[in-house]
């Protein structure tokens, strides 16, 4: 049990809060007011339904409840709410953190224990709240000799690169951050872009470890990167388009996991492999280089890694499931109709609603499957994983390429096959 | 010069020559341990080439206690609950050894049913040990659930041990003399029980470690000890076993009433990584079989332990006396001058000559391959420090 320190006195504790609390309103007021009205009067305030938005019709349409629809619907359909909370950073954020609470007690199951108890009173649900707030509160220690630029500038690029990845993710018909129409390329150069982060981070620390870790983080990359592109090609022979969201709608009625089985395996494993996860997690083999190049993080550089990491886990699995599993496709569940009596106002997009959620439950599934390794493999070893690389896996993904060039030209899928799609 | 010293030289130098050969730049000198969590308290220093390990000298050392000397302070008995701190999760078989050497000093019988308390107790031990040895095996390779696994069925012997001794770990169990307590009720029952349920882990083990093909992939023909060089390198219990020498203390020169069970000796001939994380595997099988046996031919009822005088000594002389235990022969070597207080005591562990086997193997093999050999040779650091 913890226990509070010696000279603890808890109206000091209490008032400690209430001199924050103070200074915050304090600042709040004095710079956070002037702020807001100083914006709100130099920018041109959109119309919402034929009425100009000013400041007092904002506040007085937030407290009628017939009138805040209007402006709910206002915001939703605004550029900052999809880049930070829908098909952006927020929803991307919250379901990595889902897949870390997920993790935990997924593996404690397996491996016949209970796995975070306590913080959330329910099962630890808020255990990464209380893990987040410890990182936050530790010291950042910086080695003696270490590039200092580089090493605060790499874990926050780190985290800006896989957001990068999540804002070409499409999530619904037309939800998507950036409608590229090479958003698959553009997907891997931005995932090219992390063994770099990795060599760079752990030439900063100017230590022994993490530079044999960002070594062989560099060549497990480059080993997988060609695989994990190449077995994505046969989905851009078959639906003739590199926009993620053009191929995410080519696959209605038939997913190409179907057709593609073999790249589907091979982009799995190569995007395993691109994230570190145990049976490729060489990098950060611990019994050998202590912790590979995170070993000198430390406080809250290593909880936007952390961040990082599982933002990019849900973007691999989320482009999974774009590429193979038919993206936001499914049954319709939800009702098309649904309006509260007295406002006669449709309160939400059936489709886009429906296609969201078949699109979270299958990344949250392909989710589950990449942590399920974590559970049965041990690591595996530098030789064979390259040998595995760039072997194996190279010519597997070549084999589906063929069966989707086959395919196209027989005359069974593709414009005017067969199949319909 | 033998061929084997021959052979022994030449890897040193070819190492060296390595060093020499390449330029300083090339080669970067690794520290692994004590501040490493692929050492434990140990410390080797590697000089790795790209992957490749040139260069490798085993420091021990550093949780070195002296217990050889503090041995010569204390009389017999109280030598006991220090002499099982190097091992504690392997106390019955480090204290078994020194029984038997005290008990040949001092000249005195055990009776039948201690002798088969004390065999049941050490193989409960082994078990213990055995197992911890494993999960740390497989947190080495990465494999998170072979870790959790054999540290939760571990439990299960702790809680028997500690109805049959009173303690969980450090169990000073085994004195001169026989043991300290006769076994409690129910303990028959309840220790068949958890053999039975220990069994069916036993293949659940097997499927998920060493029937995985990654596992297999990375041990195999890894870290190979011929038969030969075993031999003359000196190694012993799993290690030996698994280089195709059948040399178990148990079977060879057969100590209480280990010539009265019917057991083999486990072994395997191909002498990798893979043979040394098998066999201690098959020991744990095999030593579910003993237990049954010792649970079935003890007799019901009777002494444990023969009373000895309040400072038991014995005429002036020395003895030694090696058991099985989870790492090997551990043998004592204790040289008595008539007094209550031994002159000299001399502990052979099995984790210091397995470690003489670590440069052999490291050099030549790859960073990657370091955790499979050194957790495979079955190493304590702190009983080999003493």
Known sequence: MASAPQDFRFGNFVG????????????????????????????????????????????????????????IKFLIHTDIFRVAVFPGFSYAALIAAATIFIERKFLAKMQLRIGPLYAGKIEGILQLIADGLKLISKEIIIPSGADKPIFWATPIAFVATAAAVVALIPVAPGWVVANVNVGLIATFAFLGFFPLFALLFSWAS???????????????????EIPFILSALPVVILSGSLNLSDIGSAQHPFWFIFFLPISAFVF?????????????????????????????????????????????????AALFVILFLG?????????????????????????????????????????????????????????????????????????????ALGLVYGGILGPGGLLPG | MTDFEQKVDETMKMGLQIVKETEEDRLMTLSVGPQHPGSGHFRFTVKVDGDYIVYCDPDPGYVHRGEEKMSEYRNFIQNIPHLERPVIHDSNNITYSYSLAVEELVNIEVPRRGQYIRALASELNRQVYTLYWLAIYGIFLGHSTMFMWPTGDRELFIDLLEALTGARVTHAFNIPGGVRNDIPEGFKDRCLRQIAYFEKRLVEYEDIFYNNPLFRQRTEGVGTLSKEDAIRLGVTGSVVRASGVPFDVRKVEPYDIYNEIDFKVQYMKSGDSFARSMVPFFDMRESCHIMRQLLDKMPPTGEVRTKLQPNPKGPAGESYKRVESGRGALGYYIISDGSPKPYRVKISVGSFRNMLALPFLLIGSKLGDMPSIYWSLNYWPVEADR
């Open chain 1, 268 to 316: 799995f494993i190569s995007s395993l492999a691109e994230l570190e996860r145990i049976p490729f997690d060489l990098p950060e083999a611990e019994s050998e280089i202590v912790a590979g190049w995170l070993t000198e993080t430390s406080g809250m550089i290593y909880g936007l890694l952390q961040l990082g990491t599982y933002v990019k886990l849900y973007a691999l």
């Open chain 1, 327 to 403: 993206g936001w496709t499914g049954p319709q569940i939800f009702p098309m109709e649904l309006t509260p009596g007295y406002t006669g106002v449709k309160i939400y997009n059936a489709v886009t609603v429906n296609a969201a959620f078949w699109f979270t439950i299958k990344t949250l599934g392909v989710i589950m499957l990449m942590l399920l390794p974590r559970g049965i493999n041990p690591r595996i070893r530098i030789d064979i994983l390259l040998h595995t690389g760039w072997y194996k896996l190279i010519v597997l993904s070549f084999i589906n390429i063929f069966i």
């Open chain 1, 206 to 224: 100017n230590s022994k470890y993490p530079f044999i870790g960002g070594l062989r983080a560099l060549h497990q990359m480059i080993a997988f």
């Open chain 1, 16 to 71: 400690s809060i209430v001199w924050l609390v103070f200074w915050i309103l304090i600042i709040v007021t004095l710079i956070g007011l002037p702020l807001i009205f100083i914006t709100l009067f130099y920018v041109p305030l959109p119309p919402v339904n034929g009425e100009v938005l000013t400041p007092y019709l904002f506040f007085s349409m937030m407290v009628d409840p017939s009138r805040t629809l209007p402006i």
